[in-house]
C-alpha cells in the first residue's frame, strides 16, 4: 500500500470538522426555531382550553366556541408540525455533529503522528463513514437555519477560547 500523506489526511479532518461545525450549529438553530413553534401553539392552546371551559359554564357560549375552536387549531397544527418532536431531533442532530466534529479534532491534533498509515486509514475512514451516515440521518435544516449559524461562526461564535489565541 503507498505511503500515507498525513497532510492529506489533516486537510480532510480539517475540512469534516468544518462541515460538523456548520451542520452542529445549523442543527441547533433549527433545535431553538422548533422549540419557539411548540410554545407558540402550546401556550395559547392550554391558555384558551382554561379560559373556554371557564366561559362555557358562565354562560357565554360564542366566546367559548371561539376558543374552543382556535385551541382545536392550535392542537392540530402541533399535532401536524410536531414542533417539540423536531426540536428534540435537531438538538440530537446537531449533538452528533459537534462530538463528530470533536472526535476528528482530536484524532487530527493528538491521535495522528503517533499511529501507522494503516490505523490512520482505518480512523479516517470510520470518521468519514460517520458523517456520511449522519449527513443521510439527520433531518434537514432551512437555509435560515444555515446562514445565521454560518454568521455566528464567521464572527467566532464556535471557536474555543483556546483557539482565539493562536
Not at 462541515?19 to 401553539?41: E, L, Q
Amino acid at each position: 500500500m503507498p505511503e500515507l500523506n498525513r497532510d492529506k489526511v489533516r486537510a480532510e479532518l480539517e475540512r469534516m470538522e468544518e462541515d460538523c461545525t456548520h451542520s452542529g450549529k445549523s442543527h441547533f438553530n433549527a433545535a431553538d426555531r422548533w422549540a419557539r413553534w411548540n410554545y407558540i401553539f402550546g401556550i395559547p392552546s392550554v391558555i384558551l382550553s382554561t379560559a373556554a371551559g371557564a366561559t362555557f359554564f358562565k354562560d357565554y357560549p360564542v366566546a367559548a366556541g371561539s376558543m374552543a375552536l382556535t385551541v382545536a387549531v392550535l392542537t392540530s397544527l402541533m399535532t401536524f408540525l410536531k414542533p417539540g418532536e423536531k426540536s428534540s431531533d435537531h438538538k440530537s442532530s446537531g449533538d452528533q455533529y459537534l462530538a463528530l466534529r470533536n472526535n476528528s479534532r482530536v484524532f487530527r491534533e493528538i491521535t495522528l503522528d503517533s499511529v501507522d498509515d494503516e490505523t490512520a486509514r482505518t480512523a479516517l475512514e470510520g470518521l468519514t463513514t460517520r458523517r456520511d451516515e449522519l449527513n443521510q440521518a439527520s433531518p434537514p435544516f432551512s437555509n435560515g437555519d444555515y446562514r445565521k449559524a454560518k454568521k455566528g461562526i464567521d464572527e467566532g461564535e464556535a471557536k474555543h477560547a483556546v483557539d482565539k489565541k493562536r
